[in-house]
């Protein structure tokens, strides 16, 4: 296990909301922390290639102007001179925005993503993006233009995706936080591989603006849901009303029935099904709570699925060989036979899939009713319930396994989505929180989830899950 001085260990462990306190207090400067940051990321990421553009030099000059701030009384920003990172699907001034795709290297912006925008003006101090999978388009995260990331807690295995660089180096504290994007689990799937803290907003809440690749469809722009990836609750809560277009609504916590998913016929671990009892068992000494598959539990993997290959997913096939005459079958075969093609395997299958899935216009007639009708019932439903969810049916998996399990053509997606799926298709607020150890000793968190307007009310539970069960914990790497 390595360790490294105590001043370093400490700070690596604290989250946004201390180092800021700290550093207001000038108990601590900006430059100090930055510094720690940028040494333990030179440490830490040859092994987990989490991040992979930085802007140390440019950090550490905003750093210092940060402690000037301080120093002269004008210190103005709830994240003063706190070093955080930034998915790489977000666009940040001076850097590029490649989704992982070779034929985009070198695409440097000249304008902040809004939520970017919005974490500097609030003083956040970005040390650089972090990986994802190409086109953000797969669970796993790895590309050809950056290589695959690992999990800090054990190389060997997944940190998922499409958020995995921003997770991975939230868990290996290489940042005090980060900002991801999720349209089908891709901020709370590598939140509970790597024994984070993510929080994917509802429909239309966060400003895409910035943001790649571009949703354009409503069906999939209603699955998007940009949120911080951070080491404790009060920082989701915290740069959530930072990034969002209005800050959530103060809720009491006792008004609220917790749902808690029971047993189903999907597949669950049978360490990550004890800790959901543990939760139902410690929930009824202090709340009302209960035990039942929500409405539309079950119909929500399918749904996803197709609302994801409408059109046989044709912009995104278009963005990933930069024009109409890409052939994701031939990039497939190409890859496995030469591992010479332009994109990487991961995403030319998930858009033969895409192309195998897509709804018929008759079958996308149906969706939209479906939609309109459960947006209403789940409204009423939702409007004083928060359900308990697991993330995923183990811990992190073995490299590659994951993906085997979901880009299946025999619809697999069907059994392993369900519970992330739901968030997405409905357009609903859920926070992932850690709460223990699979039986690999990786973490296992699960997901709250509720209506748009109770934010609030999800971050005061996932406060009382950290009270109860300890929350984040630094990955030692071996």
């Not at 800790?275 to 202090?286: G, K, P, T, V």
């Not at 939609?371 to 019932?377: A, E, L």
């Not at 183990?394 to 968030?423: C, D, L, R």
Request: with cysteine; aromatic share 8%; hydrophobic share 40%.
């Amino acid at each position: 296990m390595v360790t490294y001085g105590q001043t370093a260990t400490s700070i690596l462990d604290m989250d946004a909301t201390q180092i800021a306190e700290l550093i207001a207090a000038r108990k601590m400067t900006s430059r100090e922390a930055v510094e720690q940051y940028i040494a333990h990321i030179k440490r830490i990421n040859p092994l987990v290639n989490g991040l992979v553009e930085n802007r140390f030099a440019a950090a550490l000059e905003e750093a210092e102007e940060a402690d000037r701030k301080i120093a002269q009384n004008e210190a103005a920003g709830r994240l003063l001179g706190v070093p955080i990172t930034i998915k790489e699907a977000f666009d940040v001034t001076g850097m590029q925005t490649t989704g992982g795709l070779l034929r985009r290297k070198g695409f440097v912006q000249h304008r902040d993503a809004e939520a970017v925008r919005r974490l500097k003006a609030e003083g956040a101090i970005v040390l650089g993006k972090t990986n994802t999978p190409e086109l953000c388009f797969c669970q796993e995260t790895d590309n050809k233009l950056y290589g695959r990331t690992n999990n800090p807690y054990d190389l060997t295995r997944t940190a998922g995706g499409s958020s995995g660089g921003e997770a991975a180096m939230i868990a290996a504290g290489a940042a005090a936080a980060g900002l991801g994007s999720d349209i089908g689990g891709s901020i709370r799937f590598p939140s509970h591989f790597n024994g984070v803290v993510g929080f994917k907003s509802g429909n239309g809440q966060v400003s895409a603006k910035g943001s790649y690749p571009k949703v354009e469809h409503e069906l999939q722009s209603r699955m998007l849901g940009i949120g911080p990836i951070v080491k404790s609750v009060r920082d989701a809560r915290l740069l959530y009303n930072i990034v969002a277009k209005k800050p959530a609504p103060e809720k009491q916590l006792g008004k609220f029935t917790f749902n808690v998913l029971p047993k189903t016929a999907y597949p669950l671990s049978p360490a990550t099904a004890h800790l959901l009892d543990s939760i139902y068992a410690d929930l009824l000494q202090e709340f009302d709570a209960e035990r039942e598959v929500p409405p539309y539990f079950e119909e929500s993997a399918q749904i996803w699925q197709e609302i994801m290959s409408i059109g046989g997913a044709e912009g995104p096939r278009q963005e990933a060989f930069g024009g109409p005459s890409g052939l994701p079958m031939q990039a497939y075969v190409k890859e496995r036979l030469t591992g010479k093609a332009d994109i990487h395997k991961y995403l030319s299958w998930a858009l033969v899939g895409a192309g195998l899935f897509k709804p018929t216009p008759r079958r996308l007639k149906k969706i939209h009713k479906a939609i309109r009708h459960g947006d209403h019932i789940l409204d009423g439903y939702l409007h004083q319930h928060i359900l308990v969810m697991p993330v995923y049916h183990t811990g992190a998996p073995k490299h590659g396994m994951m993906y085997s399990e979901i880009f299946s053509i025999k619809k697999t997606y069907q059994v392993f989505m369900p519970y992330t799926a739901y968030a997405n298709v409905w357009g609903l607020p859920a926070l992932t929180v850690p709460i223990g150890e699979d039986e690999n000793g990786m973490p296992v968190g699960v997901q709250l989830i509720s209506k748009n307007g109770n934010e609030a009310a999800l971050f005061s539970l996932g406060e009382w899950l950290e009270a109860h069960y300890g929350g984040y914990r630094r990955a030692q790497l071996q």
